[in-house]
């Protein structure tokens, strides 16, 4: 006679095992007929004298080495290696002396621009962002929005009526998960950053800003090649594999004859069903890998002690980020009263209040745990 299931549940702590993963739907079909029973997780491992804190944090030394390595070398952002291995394959600092940065916080990029154009003292170098951003020396920051003119005008007029040499781009939109919907929202971000690039930029000058790589970024590149003579597609050694992020470096800014720049009428993409740049029309872009092939692989775990035989110790982040978005939730979190989903009484609209009457939603609702920072530890006391 076969065994009854409840023989199969040997232990107590097998049995709430079991039970939790019936409620999460996360035990396959065979575990809930008793084909076998499910196996328990293994304990993570724990230093003594270390806190759970403490732990988070090394967690993350370990999964992310470019992260680990910034702080180390006073970066504030693990971004800085992008554009210093992006430097190392075209050369971009070669010759340049003024420079604006767009969409610059946290400023990593605005560091490395700082000391790789060797600026001294500051005026050469502008940043530019919505959020508020810590003071860099050699750095002038404008705290305004790409699209308006003023911003544009604010640049030129620091430089003393010059154009740049370099305009750079990092920006990108808060993410979705919903690929159609990120690209595109990429791509839009992406055309804004050109269109002033075409208020500040020298001829001959060089534009780099990220891109996602989708289904239709050669319409991308093909808008950027109205504008410069070259546009390649590289893909840093610090950048993730696994992400779809990529730079589009264009050299050679040679605007078409009697181009007028004009933020009035933004250089957004017009209304295509379907990618129509198939076949001849195509545009074929090189895509270029940056960095060296021994370098840190972005993808994977390293241990804390590292090949160099210094012994690990915590570096702590070199620039906490001012007011960002997530403050709020963090705080919440730390002294949990953070919701972990959305209850009904958050959102009391019945049946028949539906029909009866417009869909009117709360001002405000409990914040999702999803919506917190994974990095709570640049969250400002």
Same mark, same amino acid.
């Given at each position: ?254 605007? *078409?004859?009697?181009?007028?720049? +004009? =933020?009035?009428?933004?250089?957004? $993409?017009? %209304? !295509?069903?379907?990618?129509?740049? &198939? #076949? ?5 872009? *090189?895509?270029?890998?940056?960095? +060296? =092939?021994?370098?840190?692989?972005? $993808?994977? %775990? !390293?241990?804390?002690?590292?090949? &160099? #035989? ?5 570096? *702590? ?65």
């Amino acid at each position: 006679m076969r065994d009854s299931f409840s023989d199969r549940l040997r232990t107590q702590t097998e049995a709430l095992q079991f039970l939790a993963g019936l409620r999460s739907r996360r035990v396959s079909g065979c575990s809930r007929t008793g084909l076998f029973v499910p196996l328990l997780p293994i304990p993570k491992a724990e230093v003594p004298g270390q806190t759970a804190c403490e732990m988070g944090r090394t967690s993350k030394d370990k999964r992310d080495v470019y992260y680990r390595l910034a702080k180390e070398n006073g970066w504030r952002a693990r971004s800085a290696f992008k554009l210093l291995q992006l430097d190392e394959e075209f050369h971009l600092f070669q010759g340049v002396t003024r420079a604006v940065d767009l969409c610059a916080a946290p400023g990593s990029w605005s560091q490395v621009l700082s000391q790789k154009i060797g600026v001294q003292g500051s005026g050469h170098v502008v940043a530019v962002d919505l959020q508020a951003m810590a003071p860099l020396p050699g750095v002038l920051q404008i705290q305004g929005d790409i699209t308006q003119l003023s911003t544009a005008k604010e640049i030129i007029q620091h430089f003393e009526g010059c154009p740049a040499d370099l305009v750079v781009c990092d920006g990108a939109p808060d993410v979705t998960g919903l690929h159609d919907v990120d690209e595109y929202m990429q791509a839009q971000l992406l055309l804004a950053a050109l269109n002033i690039a075409t208020h500040v930029l020298k001829p001959g000058g060089c534009f780099v800003a990220k891109i996602f790589r989708g289904r239709d970024v050669t319409l991308i590149y093909s808008q950027l090649r109205v504008f410069f003579s070259s546009v390649l597609c590289a893909k840093p050694r610090s950048s993730r594999n696994s992400s779809i992020e990529a730079f589009a470096v264009c050299q050679g800014y040679d605007p *078409p004859e009697g181009f007028l720049p +004009d =933020l009035t009428k933004p250089l957004l $993409d017009h %209304s !295509y069903d379907f990618n129509q740049l &198939d #076949g001849p029309t195509r545009i074929i872009v *090189p895509f270029v890998t940056c960095g +060296d =092939l021994s370098a840190y692989d972005s $993808d994977r %775990s !390293y241990p804390l002690d590292l090949e &160099d #035989g210094s012994e690990y110790k915590y570096t *702590p982040p070199t620039q906490p980020p001012i007011s960002p978005p997530y403050q709020e939730a963090c705080t919440l979190k730390k002294k949990g009263r953070l919701a972990k989903e959305i209850r009904p009484q958050d959102c009391p609209i019945s049946t028949v209040d539906t029909l009866s009457q417009p869909l009117a939603l709360p001002q405000r609702r409990t914040l999702l745990a999803s919506e917190v920072e994974d990095n709570e530890m640049n969250c400002s006391p």
